[in-house]
């Protein structure tokens, strides 16, 4: 047999560390090492969004497919979309004691932009 075909067994190099755990050990590092690893994933998704996320969430807000792309485009001209096109259009609703739909259109119609970045503490979010 050649050496690309031999298949070196270090099972029990490789678990020593882990042999002498009980079954209670061995499950609480599991839960460890899975929140090491889905940590930073959810981390990633808390604080970050795409515009194919914020289109889904508009849509689920009542807008149509078209009215959600423009929201979308708008939000990312005015550097708003880590704020979420969907938290912006519920922000104008806020400030103008309006409804959703509204304040979307407002927001489609070039309306409202700039008291939405006031309230978000600035200009330049």
Known sequence: MDKFNTRIDDYQTRREHLAKLSDEELKERFWNLLEQTVNPLINIAKKNTSPAIERSILLRMGFSSLEAKILVEKTIEHNLIRKGAG????????????????????LIGDIGWKEVKQSFGGESC
């Open 87 to 106: 938290h912006v259009v519920y922000r104008l609703a806020r400030l103008k004691n309006i409804n959703i739909r509204d304040a979307g259109l407002k």
